[in-house]
């Protein structure tokens, strides 16, 4: 099960571009996707996943969440087989769903791992 929320038209938020590029170490996949590690503590990780506006729409593999996966569209439009999710958005999915997220345009988000991830 999927839980979204749009909170556009009520939050308003910057993101530093220069202190990302300075502060954080990327893992750059070669497919328009990069990665960057916040924050990680045994198995829950806190990332960014930075999307070219020109990336290919396989970029993402299919993946599931063992613990769920909470995510904050920061710049762009996240979207997957239970829907499409604007800058603004907040996504939830429960334990074990399985999706496979593609981007529209040059797209950030902020995502939180309570489990890790894992192919399928």
């Known amino acids: 099960m999927v839980f ?3 909170m556009a038209d009520w939050l308003g938020f910057s993101v530093d571009k220069e202190w990302l590029e300075e502060n954080i170490r990327w893992k750059d ?3 328009g996707v ?4 916040l924050l990680r503590e045994d198995k829950t990780s806190l990332v960014l996943y930075e999307a070219d506006s020109e ?3 396989d970029a993402f593999m299919p ?3 063992p613990g769920g996966e ?5 710049e762009g439009e996240v979207w997957d087989e239970d829907g499409t999710y604007p800058t603004g958005s907040i996504v939830w999915m429960n334990r074990e769903t399985t999706h496979t997220p ?3 345009g040059k797209t950030l988000i ?3 791992w309570p489990e890790g991830v894992k192919s399928v």
Request: hydrophobic content about 35%; overall charge positive.
């Open 70 to 74: 909470c995510y904050l569209v920061l």
């Open 55 to 57: 990336v290919t729409v």
């Open 29 to 31: 996949f070669k497919t």
């Open 34 to 37: 990069r990665l960057g590690r």
């Open 63 to 65: 993946h599931s969440h």
């Open 110 to 112: 902020l995502v939180l």
């Open 102 to 104: 593609k981007t529209r």
């Open 4 to 6: 979204t929320h749009n």
